[in-house]
C-alpha cells in the first residue's frame, strides 16, 4: 500500500485529492487480505474504478482501492444470449468495442461511457435508450462486512433508473466481476434522438460510432475539461407537479415516469433557472450542457459541491423540484 496516496489523476473532475493509503486490486483473492489490514489499521476501505462518477474530498482517512481486475470470459449460450464475465476492472469502453469486434452486439448504445465495468452496476449506466440492465445476467462481489462473495442475479441488484442496490450500502459490496448477456437475436435500438437517422439495417459497429461522435459533440471531454458527466438525475415527479412546470412553461420536456409519475429534464431545469455557463470560482456549469458541472482549472471539491448546492436550490425555488445529486461525495 501507498501512503499518502495522490488521487487527482484518478478522478475525470481533476480535483486534488489524496487517500491515507492507496493500492490497486488485481484478483477478488486481493481483497481478503486488504480488507484484514483496514481492519487492522481501523480505516474504511473504498474501491475506485475510473473516478468518473465521484466528487473526491481532499483527503479520505482511509483506504483506496484501485479497481484493476481483469478478465473477459465468454461463457457461452444461454437460452437466446451469450453469456460474456467481464472482470470488474475493465475499461466499460473497450469492452463494448471488444465485444462488437467479437461478433456480440448489444452494447453499442452505450459506448463511450467512461469508467469501469465494475462501477456499470452501481448506478445501472444508462444511454441512447438502453441500460446495464437490458444486458445483465449477475455479478459478483465481494461482502466487505462479512468477508464473503456473493452472487447476484439480475432481481437481487434492484435495478432501477440510475440506481441499484448496492447504492444503499455505499461500499459494502465490492464487484469483482460482472456477466453480461447478448442477445442472440440482436435488434438495433434506433429510438433515441440522435440515431432515428441511422438505417434499420445497420450493424452494432455503424451504431457505436454514431453514439461515440454524438457524445463527443455534446459533452465536454474530461481529459480537457474536468467533469463527471451528468451531474443530477432527471428528477421523476407526480404528475401535478410536472403540469403546474407546464402551466407556465409547456415547451418544458416531460417523458414517462412509471406508475404515473413524470421524468422532467434536469437540464432544462437548470438552463431555464439561469444557470447554463454559470461559474463560481474555477467550477462552473459547461456552457454547451446545463446538466455538467466543470473544472475550468484548479476547481476545488468545496467549489464544485457549493456550485451543486446554488444549483438545488435554484431549481427548487424557481420550480420547486428537488434535483438529487449523480456522482458520490467520497
Ligand atoms: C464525460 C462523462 C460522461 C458520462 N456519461 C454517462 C452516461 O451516459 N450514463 C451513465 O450512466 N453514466 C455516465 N457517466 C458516469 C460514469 O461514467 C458512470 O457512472 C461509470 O459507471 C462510473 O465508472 P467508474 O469506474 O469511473 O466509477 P467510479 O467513479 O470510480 O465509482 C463510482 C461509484 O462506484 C463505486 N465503485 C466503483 N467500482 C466499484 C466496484 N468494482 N465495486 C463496488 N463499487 C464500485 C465507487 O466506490 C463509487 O461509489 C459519465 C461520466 C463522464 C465523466
Not at 487492522?40 to 482511509?62: H, M
Not at 476492472?89 to 456480440?104: D, K, M, P, R, Y
Not at 449477475?138 to 441488484?157: K, Q, V
Not at 437540464?267 to 446538466?291: C, D, M, Q, T
Request: charged share 20%.
Amino acid at each position: 500500500m501507498t501512503p499518502d496516496f495522490d488521487l487527482q489523476a484518478h478522478n475525470t473532475f481533476g480535483l486534488p485529492a489524496r487517500a491515507r493509503f492507496g493500492t490497486t486490486v488485481t484478483t477478488a483473492d486481493d481483497l481478503v487480505p486488504l480488507l484484514a489490514e483496514a481492519k487492522a489499521k481501523n480505516l474504511p476501505l473504498r474501491i475506485l474504478g475510473g473516478g468518473s462518477n465521484v466528487v473526491l474530498r481532499p483527503c479520505f482517512d482511509g483506504i483506496i482501492a484501485l479497481m484493476g481486475i481483469a478478465g473477459r470470459d465468454i461463457i457461452g449460450r444461454h437460452g437466446d444470449q451469450t453469456l460474456v464475465r467481464f472482470g470488474a476492472g475493465e475499461n466499460w469502453h473497450a469492452i463494448v468495442e471488444w465485444s462488437i469486434a467479437q461478433g456480440l452486439s448489444g452494447l453499442e448504445n452505450l459506448a463511450a461511457i467512461p469508467g469501469t465495468v465494475g462501477a456499470a452496476p452501481i448506478q445501472n449506466i444508462g444511454a441512447y435508450g438502453l441500460e446495464l440492465v437490458d444486458r445483465f445476467h449477475a455479478l459478483e462481489t465481494f461482502d466487505t462486512l462479512e468477508g464473503t462473495t456473493l452472487t447476484f442475479d439480475r432481481d437481487a441488484c434492484q435495478f432501477a433508473y440510475r440506481q441499484s442496490f448496492f447504492k444503499r450500502a455505499p461500499g459494502r459490496y465490492v464487484v469483482t466481476s460482472v456477466t453480461l448477456a447478448f442477445p442472440n437475436a440482436w435488434q438495433p435500438n434506433l429510438a433515441y434522438p440522435g440515431l432515428s437517422d441511422i438505417p434499420a439495417d445497420a450493424d452494432a459497429k455503424t451504431i457505436m460510432d454514431r453514439v461515440v461522435a454524438v457524445r463527443a459533440s455534446k459533452l465536454p471531454d474530461w481529459r480537457v475539461t474536468g467533469n463527471a458527466g451528468s451531474f443530477f438525475h432527471n428528477p421523476i415527479v407526480e404528475s401535478a407537479v410536472a403540469d403546474a412546470i407546464a402551466a407556465y412553461h409547456p415547451e418544458a420536456p416531460r417523458y414517462p415516469g412509471g406508475a404515473g409519475r413524470v421524468k422532467l429534464s434536469a437540464a432544462w431545469l437548470i438552463e431555464r433557472s439561469g444557470f447554463k455557463g454559470f461559474r463560481y470560482g474555477a467550477a462552473g456549469v459547461s456552457p454547451n450542457h446545463a446538466l455538467v458541472l466543470i473544472n475550468t482549472g484548479g476547481a476545488t471539491q468545496a467549489e464544485i459541491s457549493e456550485l451543486a448546492g446554488q444549483i438545488v436550490a435554484g431549481v427548487k425555488s424557481r420550480f420547486g423540484v428537488e434535483l438529487v445529486q449523480e456522482p458520490e461525495l467520497l
